[in-house]
């Protein structure tokens, strides 16, 4: 017999309620908060000679999450992560959050619980706190919005605009491997959905989920490179450009040539690929290179460094020099496995634009 | 003939075309920005010696802000104010600000500008900018999510839970005057969506606007109170205790009273009422200290100071002294104009409760 599972309604307990439920899960152990939940505002001791770094990020429920694939709290452990990137992808460490909350009606109480969850091991994991938010019903899909700030000394902060010419093109980790775990979610959904399935076909679908399994953690349980900026830090490396990788390699890496005012030469065969992104990419008929370039949300670092500097990043294995910035902004191209050169064009994800 | 307005679907710029626009619009004319829109994040110079105080305030359409009798450029504007008001409660100055929308389809380009109009024109009002955001598309209604930093010395910031036994409790400007001017808008909204309406009855509306201009501006266009911020340093006034009125005075002074640990008394007829309140307030059959006690939205300030500093709020004609805090949490009470004695209880604004 299955187990009957209390719900509570928010309404039960109303906004304040749910506030004073899930301030007590949440871990306030920092010496940086002078004030946390529970004030107009939060309050964080500034630090000595390091400036300020903010960045927020909107998630909406149906166009950057399902919860049909997706558990509550892996949504509220990415929400939190896509934040602490913007702030790593600036060469700095992420400190503090605030977030707010857009519930609609079908959400009860356990599920905000859920929700904070994953908010909560992923402030444990990166040691950022949350230090306040808002609630607010909602019509139609959950909302989460957070805000971080970070901070940095102001000559370690790295900008999209500081490439020079020659720099080399290095990623972090591998990439497309997110957008294949998005895109086997979608078949899972799809083929679920179906009433009636076979036994074979539901054992088929689950043996597929455990072959990708890392494909589906990328998309579901992505990671912040916070261990990329220690990194840096610990080996003097200067990053003289950075962002990070959210919409795809070409979207992205077009940002930096843009700011730079600088082209770009990368080598398809030095692009960083997993093995179960190839795999996958047979299944769904999808060069494995054109996830890479315009997948997203891999949220690996692109960055460029001074030549000199090659030698620090082959000693380690977790990234990869793709290719070099060059002296035409309009030039833009990826040297194919077989020597042929493709145009690399603006294509990569814009919520307006692909919908 | 009347001109035909063109409108530019989102779709055909794109986000990041978008977001170019917009940043043409926004006054950077601040020497704290080190880096504004156009990176992963901001980057904002420290304050010497200063705290950073942090809030977020989320405005969801139809729940928050209603656009047929509401612009855009006011629903941007008060997107604004809220989140300002949030850090002038800790006696602090709001200095930048980020912003996040998610935009539904029937939104145009034009109309998002109009909505930047307004924000732009808080953030100039207010000496705060705009450093950076993120946008997306929306199922349903507009989302605005604003986050907000200011900045405060330690010694200087007013937290709700300072207030002592004997402290006088004060307000700034006047009370239910912004709930009056929405009521008189929600009225309009049903009159006006009413096909068949005599000239006569539109011409009657029409008055009414004009008759109540003061509550509509209240409800459409509130103001952060920045000046009793400055007011305060300027005269040496120390509030032990302070919170905005968003919720409404009995359920913000119920949250200075629960962190303070202290009871409190205040006195009907010492309440600000404005003399516009006072007749809508019969049209509609509302206790106008229903409307100041349970309205919420007048973003004034709610503060408590030591009774030696009283005459420095009797000198200045903005602020009224409206009672005192007792000793026992569990009594709130409201002395009436007879000197009858009212038990205040703790409704108040609730999204959850009330819907």
């Given at each position: 017999m299955e187990e009957k599972k209390t719900t509570t309604k928010i309404s039960e307990i109303g906004e304040f309620g749910l506030i004073n439920k899930l301030k007590k899960t949440i871990d306030v152990n920092n010496n940086l908060i002078i004030k946390g939940i529970g004030d107009d505002s939060a309050v964080i001791k500034s630090q000595k000679d390091q400036e300020i770094l903010m960045s927020t990020d909107i998630l909406i429920e149906g166009i950057h999450?399902?919860?049909t694939y997706m558990s509550l709290s892996h949504v509220g452990y990415k929400s939190i992560i896509v934040n602490l990137s913007d702030i790593c992808a600036m060469n700095a460490m992420p400190s503090?959050?605030?977030?707010?909350?857009?519930?609609p009606n079908k959400y009860n109480v356990e599920d905000i619980e859920a929700l904070y969850e994953g908010i909560n091991k992923a402030a444990r994991n990166y040691h950022v706190n949350v230090?306040?938010?808002d609630i607010s019903g909602s019509y139609t899909g959950l909302i989460i919005n957070v805000s971080v700030v970070g901070f940095q000394k102001k000559r370690n902060i790295v900008y999209r605009d500081g490439a020079k010419k020659g720099d080399l093109i290095v990623v972090s980790g591998d990439l497309g491997s997110s957008y294949l775990g998005l895109k086997i979610l979608q078949r899972e959904k799809m083929v679920l959905s179906e009433h009636k399935i076979p036994k074979f076909a539901i054992k088929d679908v689950e043996m597929k989920l455990k072959e990708y399994k890392y494909l589906i953690e990328r998309q579901i349980k992505p990671e912040a490179k916070v261990e990329i900026v220690n990194y840096f830090k610990t080996n003097n490396i200067n990053p003289t450009s950075m962002i990070d990788i959210s919409d795809g390699l070409c979207s992205d890496l077009n940002h930096i040539s843009n700011a730079s005012g600088l082209g770009y030469k990368i080598m398809e065969s030095k692009i960083p690929i997993h093995q179960q992104t190839k795999n996958a990419s047979l299944d769904f008929n999808i060069d494995y290179i054109f996830a890479a370039l315009y997948g997203g949300e891999?949220?690996?670092l692109l960055f460029t460094i001074p030549p000199q500097q090659r030698d620090l990043i082959d000693a380690?294995?977790?990234m990869s020099i793709i290719g070099e910035l060059t002296e035409e902004t309009e030039k833009r191209i990826m040297i194919g496995v077989?020597?042929?050169?493709t145009s690399i064009d603006k294509r990569g994800w814009d919520h307006f634009k692909l919908s």
């Open positions: 999450f399902d919860t503090q959050i605030i977030i707010s909350l857009g519930i230090v306040g938010g891999d949220y690996e380690t294995k977790k077989n020597g042929e050169v």
